[in-house]
């Protein structure tokens, strides 16, 4: 049985252009333009789940709603 395993990594960028020139002198391109999504997010009446490094979230994004869960992971 296969599993879903997501990792993210975030960068503060301080120069936009630069890191863009970067990643195009790797060979990378624009695979998608931006779009606009909405998120909107859930917790428990405590606030337990952000205390505790966790989320549920409600995206649209396209015209398709996504509903995920985030932890921390191990």
Partial sequence: ?????????KLRV????AV???LAGLGYKVAE?????????FDRKDGGLRM????????S??????LTYKGAGT
Avoid: C, H, P
Wanted: no cysteine.
């Fill in 33 to 41: 333009r931006r779009a606009l999504e909405s998120n909107t997010l």
């Fill in 52 to 59: 505790s490094g966790q989320v549920v979230r409600l995206r």
């Fill in 14 to 17: 301080a120069d936009l252009q």
């Fill in 1 to 9: 049985a296969g599993t879903n395993v997501e990792v993210e990594i």
């Fill in 61 to 66: 994004y396209r015209g398709k709603w996504i």
């Fill in 20 to 22: 863009k020139r970067k």
